[in-house]
């Protein structure tokens, strides 16, 4: 349970430095300022277990969306609160993260995209995946997500996923 801690904690604090570089390096116009800063907010509370806060940054309508190979458990897409906190439970039961990192983040308007890699072990099978990117294209309307679009490689997720 301490290495779990200790590992949000790493995590949370690595994804601050990077958010914090990335916010600091380009000019936004206010909306799309604070399209940028409800994404990352919501990612920060994802990443640190806050479900508070997810719930707060969650629009009633969110719409959360993963693309990839349908016999993992956690693809597809979840509509409203509760039914992406139900999915969100599938998912924390099928990967555990041990490395999230944010390479790339833009945002025009209300919408925010984020690149970086990962790397997780699958409890079904035990194996680690290995280094793997991801993408994600996200949605905020009225300081809230509406939107949760995620792209991983999920060829090699499986491969770990099914031993």
């Known amino acids: 349970m301490n290495r779990r801690i200790l590992l949000k904690t790493s995590l949370g604090a690595s994804l601050a430095i990077i958010l914090g570089q990335h916010a600091g390096a380009q000019t936004m116009d206010e909306q799309t300022q604070a399209s940028f800063d409800t994404v990352m907010a919501f990612m920060g509370a994802m990443g640190s277990g806050d479900m508070e806060t997810m719930g707060k940054l969650m629009a009633d ?67 680690e995946i290995g280094e793997f990117n991801f993408a994600l294209r996200s949605k905020v309307r009225d300081g809230q997500v509406v939107l949760w679009h995620w792209f991983e490689d999920s060829f090699a997720v499986s491969r770990a996923y099914h031993g």
């Open 61 to 127: 309508d969110m719409v959360w969306h993963n693309e990839g190979d349908a016999s993992l458990p956690w693809i597809g897409g979840a509509e409203g609160k509760e039914n992406i906190f139900a999915f969100l439970g599938v998912f924390s039961e099928n990967l555990q993260t041990t490395l999230w990192e944010n390479t790339d983040a833009f945002a025009s308007g209300d919408t925010v995209a984020v690149f970086g890699k990962m790397n997780g072990v699958t409890p079904h099978s035990g194996k």
